[in-house]
């Protein structure tokens, strides 16, 4: 029970920068915080794309979103456009927006479902404001917006930008390698890190932003990996950046090809693009190629690889450390969720921060809100490979027949028998995001809610 005053977050980029500016603001005057980060270490910083959640964050710790904006080359997004991942030649966005309108005893999809039957045939998406104004390029944004919206940012300039707001908050920044780890005796706590350079920090309370390796979580707690690869097979990425052709669009893409996926993201000054492959069905030189045939302007540099393992470490709190970002585990980028269970986890961390010292009850109920966030994503990204109709290449053949966990089944098998969907109160994605990849890939319900055979037709 050891008061923590001082905090060290080990590890910049995005996830460290965001840690800093979070503790900073909120326990400014009340905490020592210190960053350790390594020139010579990069990041891997292709993390381009958020969700409206980041809205939410900024305001908390007071970050000026123009400001932001103009300091990362940011653009608006409201949605991402996901191309041939229910068939060859299909295309549906998930955008941001509530789809139609709430009924106590059903959800829009009920509606929409009787519609169809009554032969009005308009597209799902097409009852959702932030949909139409993502495909038709039209929109604005005003003093008290209507609109759900989300960035596409420089992630490297936004780790700069953060920098620069939590040293104006006292936050210390150290520059350095760690030589060695060292931990208390009896308990097993980091105590102090042993620079290269022969200086040693100590804290009270530690934070892993160190990436994959996981410098603190893993090497030297040991806590373990659970792995999800069986049912997210892709385990490998080639980024590269491309010149801008014309006016960004408001929204990110995925456009599915035969052994993964390809992304592109908008930016004031440039395109971000990417190409998410499994590695037990092609190779980098297929990557490669498809990556650079699909660009829509001048490659700025060579592609970069990314090699990563899905899945999530046993304990995001383990000791006296937390596990932020890429050190806590990776989900593919597919619905721009990774810097977004980087802020849920500060969140979570500042509501549940051990100011009295570190008791066990803060810890299990930490790693027991970040297990469920993990797993309720990790569904949401595979229900896109596995409600796919495709079958031109081994990669489709095998998410699309592959057992998936009993979560998602049922999830499935409900909304495929009676168009019913049913979440728990803390899940990310509601049913506006659900219903949207459902439908969007060809899942549409076999009956609706009966409740709505009461409506007359010309109250719909």
């Known amino acids: 029970m050891q008061v923590v005053k001082d905090v060290v977050i080990v590890g910049g980029g995005t996830a460290g920068w965001l840690a800093a500016a979070a503790i900073g603001k909120i326990y400014q005057g009340k905490l020592n915080v210190t960053l350790l980060e390594s020139d010579a270490i990069g990041t891997v910083g292709v993390g381009e794309a958020t969700i409206p959640t980041m809205m939410a964050f900024h305001k908390l710790i007071g970050i000026p979103e123009a400001e932001m904006m103009r300091e990362t080359h940011a653009t608006f997004k409201l949605g991402i456009n996901f191309k041939n991942w229910g068939e060859i030649g299909e295309d549906y966005i998930h ?40 495909r038709t390029g039209k929109f604005a944004i005003c003093e008290n917006p209507i609109l759900n919206y989300a960035f596409h940012f420089d992630a490297g300039l936004y780790a700069k930008y953060l920098r620069s707001f939590s040293e104006a908050l006292g936050v210390v920044r150290q520059e350095g390698k760690v030589a060695r780890v060292e931990q208390d005796a009896d308990s097993g706590y980091v105590k102090r890190l042993h620079l290269e350079s022969g200086v040693s920090i100590e804290g009270d309370f530690f934070i892993d932003c160190t990436g994959f390796r996981g410098l603190l979580i893993e090497e ?12 997210l097979p892709c385990d490998s990425a080639l980024a590269v950046q491309s010149a801008k052709t014309g006016p960004a669009t408001a929204y990110t893409s995925a456009t599915a090809h035969e052994f993964g996926w390809q992304w592109r993201i908008p930016l004031q000054n440039r395109t971000g693009n990417g190409v998410v492959y499994s590695s037990q ?34 304990l995001s709190w383990n000791k006296n450390c937390v596990a932020l970002g890429l050190s806590s585990g990776f989900l593919e980028p597919l619905e721009s969720t990774s810097i977004h269970m980087v802020t849920s986890g500060l969140i979570r961390l500042l509501r549940l921060f051990p100011l009295r010292g570190i008791q066990s009850v803060l810890v299990d109920e930490f790693n027991r809100q970040s297990r469920e966030e993990a797993e ?4 949401f990204i595979i229900l896109h490979y596995h409600a796919t109709r495709r079958n031109d290449t081994e990669f489709w053949n095998y998410v699309r027949t592959m057992p998936v966990p009993d979560t998602l089944r049922h999830r499935i098998d409900m909304f495929t028998e009676s168009g019913m969907m049913f979440l728990g109160g803390d899940e990310l ?21 009966p409740i709505v055979d009461n409506m007359a037709d010309g109250e719909f």
């Open 429 to 449: 994605f509601r049913t506006n995001g659900w219903t949207q990849v459902l439908i969007g890939q060809g899942v549409v319900p076999k009956h609706y809610q």
């Open 95 to 134: 955008s941001f927006g509530q789809v139609g309108r709430i009924f106590w005893a059903g959800e829009f999809q009920h509606f929409w479902a009787r519609a169809k039957k009554l032969g009005v045939n308009a597209p799902y998406g097409a009852y959702c404001l932030e949909h139409e104004a993502a």
């Open 281 to 314: 069905f092609a190779g980098r030189d297929w990557a490669e190629k498809t990556l650079i045939s699909n660009l829509d302007g001048e490659k700025l540099f060579e592609p970069r690889l990314i090699q990563f393992k899905t899945g999530r470490r046993k």
């Open 376 to 379: 309720s994503i990790r569904d």
């Open 220 to 231: 030297t707690l040991n806590t373990g990996y659970e792995n999800w690869q069986h049912w």
